[in-house]
Nanobody, 119 residues
């Protein structure tokens, strides 16, 4: 089992910046991918950015050039630096990870942290 705990959400004005952090605990040894998703109530959860031990970071088109994801593959932490925030970035942001156990993939979610961007 893996537990993911997010921190860093909050409220900011349009054009501002926020940094989200996520730390994994529990059986973290076999985590190989960590990232961030976001979801507005009534909408599907969407990928924001992810980083893996086997490939470089990937980003949603809507956040490219504004958000930067980074991670520590040993400590199993992931950080999302968000800049030039827009009102449409307002959402609940969820930390996510993928874990490989005996060639079976498991995924885990944090409880989410709210980001509110006001115009």
């Amino acid at each position: 089992q893996v537990q993911l705990v997010e921190s860093g959400g909050g409220s900011v004005q349009s054009g501002g910046s926020l940094t989200l952090s996520c730390m994994a605990s529990g059986n973290i040894f076999s985590i190989y991918d960590m990232g961030w998703y976001r979801q507005i109530p009534g909408n599907q959860r969407e990928l924001v950015a992810a980083i893996s031990r086997d490939r470089g970071p990937i980003y949603a088109y809507s956040v490219k050039g504004r958000f930067t994801i980074s991670g520590d593959n040993v400590k199993k932490t992931v950080t999302l630096q968000m800049s030039s925030l827009k009102p449409e970035d307002t959402s609940v942001y969820y930390c996510h990870c993928l874990q490989d156990v005996a060639e079976v993939t498991f995924d885990y979610w944090g409880k989410g942290t709210l980001v509110t961007v006001s115009s």
